[in-house]
């Protein structure tokens, strides 16, 4: 069974760096697209970005390039989301996705992790 | 890089049949059979109903069908039951990255 358990709530100052985690279970982490979709309080879902950790290939949104690094450690099967100065607009819940085996849609979800940004 | 267009919101009966559209462009539903929608409960994480436009996951109801036309996906949702009322989100590639269309809010009454 693919499991996608994300680490835990998250408050922070504006300014304040950030590294959420995802670690995934139950498939051959390296060879499956992974990723993360954010959801703004009351809003829909984006999609930000997908890394591939067998080769760290990475996809952007355009709308989150620059904004957050998606990395992944495949010897520990986790998949990471950076913040390097986080602003009260990043408030949201971010899941963690993984992609399906054609790459082609998100076929599994994390629990989802809030992040607060207040100061 | 602009959302797929979904109704707010979308209501119907015990039994009924409904249909919530996605509308994108040239660019994305139109040009890939790579649509997806997803269930969402309140507070829950997504789930995923219908991959490749039409097909179901296992384990997913066969109440739940998918289908496209042109630049427009649908999700149709037959004999339509209470725990249907949900939040379902489309989603389409479209050229190395993905979009998700606004969510549109099932109501049943």
């Known amino acids: 069974e693919v499991q996608l358990v994300q680490s835990g709530a998250e408050v922070k100052e504006p300014g304040e760096s950030l590294k959420i985690s995802c670690k995934a279970s139950g498939y051959s982490f390296s060879t499956y697209w992974i990723g993360w979709v954010r959801q703004l309080p009351g809003k829909g879902l984006e999609w930000m970005g997908i890394?591939?950790?067998?080769?760290?290939?990475?996809k952007y949104s355009p709308s989150f390039q620059g904004q957050v690094t998606i990395s992944a450690d495949k010897s520990i099967s986790t998949a990471y989301l950076r913040w390097s100065s986080l602003q009260a607009s990043d408030t949201a819940v971010y899941f963690c996705v993984r992609h399906s085996a054609g790459g082609n849609h998100v076929s599994h979800w994390g629990q989802g992790t809030l992040v607060t940004v207040s100061s | 890089q602009s959302a797929l267009t979904q109704p707010a919101s979308v209501s119907g009966s015990p039994g009924q049949t409904i249909n919530i559209s996605c509308t994108g462009t040239s660019s994305d539903i139109g040009a890939y059979n790579y649509v997806s929608w997803y269930q969402q409960l309140p507070g829950k994480a997504p789930k995923l109903m219908i991959f490749?436009?039409?097909r179901r996951p296992s384990g997913v109801s066969n109440r739940f069908s998918g289908s496209k036309s042109g630049n427009t996906a649908s999700l149709t949702i037959s004999g339509l039951q209470t725990e249907d009322e949900a939040d379902y989100y489309c989603s389409s590639y479209t050229t190395t990255t993905w979009v998700f269309g606004g969510g549109t809010k099932l109501t049943v009454l």
């Open positions: 890394i591939y950790p067998d080769d760290s290939d990475i």
């Open positions: 490749d436009v039409s």
